[in-house]
């Protein structure tokens, strides 16, 4: 074996799944040649760095489940067939004992014989070809239905083969589609040709470009070829075959297509010319966001849609410098970025960092997904002194910057983790597994509903505390309160629900009258009254979780209960005490 | 993967587990559906599925265990069999809703910076980090087939066992293999 050997081949020998020969080849190349040595060593460290990275980072990412988990009991409970047959299953039960499994033998061998003969003789297919189109133009439908700031990319190989010339190698291309434009690019040494003599082809015969494994693709191809669809059987594909007319001027003289009837996508296709044919093969198929897009293409396939640099820029005005900084004033500014923020619920849980110097507000939007990054970039194109940064800056600790999201602990993956060791005295106020689990993932989301509203304000006072609150001009006062005062609402609104929805257990469990929350006596800011709020909250969310899901430290209804309700009285008096605040300023 | 076929089945139908099944056998699954059914679920979750078709299919799995040892199917590796029944459970599910299938990772904070490296620089370990995320990022926009074969292949499982369970040839499976760690290298080393 004097030819490199490819990845596939080492990963293969690494894997030992490559044949007895090939192995030994592959051995004595290695033993050979220091290039393939060396590649097989990098090859191995990447295989732990995708390791590492699955469990590291790919599994923790993976949002936990929302609802509880049934006990198994429940389940075998659920999946058990009722003790009483009905007659249905009677009628079953009769039919079973009526065809023994020999009777079913000889029944089915006879069927089958019989689908046989008429198979054969008559030649039919189970399906048309007809209705092979239509449903690859439906499956087409669903697969081209990407969301916005999304694009669908074929991979491909294509060749042109001469009539009677060995076949050349398949070149590598990619087909990229969007709502608006279809852009076919070289992929690989070599293929540039490829790309322009198949983009020849199809201007020659007067097709637009568009992905060439699609219905589309076929539709057009078909139509020019004047030729009656047939369809055949390959392996376990269908094939697509048109026939062109002799006579045609087309210069076509067939057209095949190779459809798989698991997706109903169009694998290969070929196009049959009196001198040569095209070949087009489907290497892969994905859905791209337009983040991953390289910019000169974004341009041609969704130039609205053209993100700005990567780097932080003023996205007022891109490209050109800020001079207007100067006569900025940044907690003006601050506020602005915070009320966009907040107008577009970005400043609950989501992780956006934002910095602020003494010229411009820095607002990190690094972790968010492509199509979130635009929103927010946009909603803060015109704020003079703001710039979004969408990588992260090397070495940057992320606890340098304060935040408006990424400092709530996991608002979004934390989960009801299980119902199924809750006490006795629950599931049988309860009765049903589901009604527990319903009113478990219920009281969770209202008090998830409080805690991201209240680690928002902790926020906010942290960007405001009394004393900057103080040098506000009295319209980012009211405007700072504004925010505050939304946050407040919910937050109380979350919280009056969750009682609500508690209220019936305290005559189930015996609850007594609650002893009144005192009143704090002394003088204390909506930032203070805030901060207490979120550590009762987070006691609050505590409880719930270890009354009504399985925890490390369960307790029992009728013992937690009483703490629960007097914590969530407590937490609506301080709620009071943070809107009174607002309210007397 | 000639066991899994033994229960395969529609994923969403009820299954109908039979009164006498030995208590050892219920034990056996409960114990593991303990332990295992969170890993299950984010297998699934890890194909694209959405957090509610997981944890139901994740239930499913661990029911056709009980089932397939009720019915004296032989097992020799349960973890194994578990994770095969799972896959093509999810393959299932993507030939029912016929469109590409993204995972949604929660965001990434500061995760690996410092895990599992403690003799690193914290510029290395930084840098470490970035590349942990732009892998996984890369793993999550794999095409889906791609995807379930490198997770498979992760659990151990050889080419052979992959292209049954993604319906292709073994040389398919080993084609996809390649692409999909020649991507996920490129990720790492971008």
Known sequence: MNKHLSLQQMLGYLDGELSKSETTDAAEHLHACWTCRIEMD???????????????????????????????????????????????????????????????????????????????????????????????????????????????????????????????????????????????????????????????????????????????????????????????????????????????????????ARIEPSTWHVKDMTIQFPDSSVEITESEEAAVPISEVPLVLLAELEPNSLPLPSKAQPVSDIGSPMIRSSSINMDQVQLDVLAVLHRL????????????????????????????????????????????????????MRAATSSVGAAVPGLQNKAIVAADTADEALTKYFGEAKNEQAFTREAMEKSST????????????????????????????????????????????????LKIQLAPLDEAFHVGELSQAQQSTYEITWQDASLDA????????????DIFTTSESPYHAAEALPQLQQELARLLNEMGTVQKKMIVR | MAEAKAVDGAPFRKLEVAVGVTPNATERVSAL?????????????????????????AQDVFIKLLIAIERGSEIHNEQA?????????????????????????????????????????????????????????????????????????????????????????????????????DRLRSAANE
């Open chain 1, 42 to 256: 990098r090859l191995e460290g990447d295989i732990a760095v995708i390791l590492d990275a699955h469990n590291e980072a790919f599994i923790p990412a993976i949002p936990l489940p929302l609802s509880a988990w049934a006990s198994f009991e429940t389940l075998i409970r659920q999946n058990r067939p009722p003790a009483r047959r009905s007659n249905w299953s009677a009628v079953v039960g009769g039919f079973r004992q009526a065809f023994t499994p020999h009777r079913v033998v000889v029944l089915g061998g006879l069927v089958i014989a019989c689908a046989l003969f008429v198979y054969l003789r008559a030649g039919t297919q189970a399906v048309s070809a007809q209705e092979v189109i239509s449903r690859v133009r439906l499956a087409d439908a669903k697969r081209l239905a990407v969301p916005q700031g999304v694009v669908i990319r074929e991979r491909l190989q294509v060749r042109r083969i001469p009539n009677g010339a060995a076949a050349p190698p398949a070149r590598r291309m990619d087909a990229w589609k969007s709502p608006t434009a279809t852009v076919w690019q070289s992929s690989g040494e070599g293929s540039e040709d490829a790309v322009s003599e198949l983009k020849g082809v199809y201007a020659s015969h007067g097709i637009a470009v568009d992905l060439p494994l699609s219905a589309a693709g076929i539709d057009s191809w078909s139509a020019l070829s004047g030729g009656t669809p047939t369809l055949t059987k390959e392996g376990s594909d269908f094939g697509l075959n048109f026939v062109g007319s002799p006579n045609s001027k087309t210069g076509l003289s067939a057209v095949t």
């Open chain 2, 33 to 57: 559906y303990q332990t295992l059914r969170v890993p299950i679920y984010r297998f699934l979750m890890a194909q694209g599925l959405d957090a509610g078709t997981a944890q139901e299919l």
């Open chain 1, 534 to 545: 979120l550590g009762t909250a987070r006691t609050v969310d505590r409880l719930i979780r």
């Open chain 1, 345 to 396: 619920h970005a400043d609950l849980g989501e992780p956006i960092s934002i910095a602020h110097s003494n010229k411009t507000v820095t607002v990190g939007v690094w972790h968010l997904p492509g199509e979130r990054q635009l929103e927010i970039r946009a909603a803060l194109k015109n704020e003079p002194g703001v710039m979004v940064q969408t990588t992260e800056p090397i070495g940057q």
């Open chain 1, 450 to 497: 409080a805690l991201a509203h209240l680690y928002a304000l902790r926020n906010l006072q942290a960007q405001f505390p009394p004393e900057r609150e103080r040098t506000l001009s009295p319209i980012d006062q009211a405007r700072l309160e504004s925010i505050v005062q939304d946050h407040v609402t919910v937050t109380i609104e979350a919280l009056s629900q």
């Open chain 2, 81 to 181: 069999w578990l994770y095969g029944v799972a896959s093509k459970l999810a393959v299932d599910f993507w030939r029912r809703e016929g469109r590409p299938m993204w995972v949604a990772l929660d965001a990434m904070p500061a995760l690996a910076e410092t895990l599992r490296a403690p003799d690193l620089t914290p510029e290395a370990a930084v840098a470490r980090g970035q590349k942990l995320r732009r892998v996984s990022q890369a793993m999550a926009r794999l095409p889906k087939e791609q995807r379930l074969g490198i997770h498979l292949r992760m659990q151990g499982m050889r080419y052979r066992a992959i292209a049954e369970i993604l319906g292709v040839s073994t040389s398919t499976a080993a084609e996809w293999l390649s692409i999909a760690v």
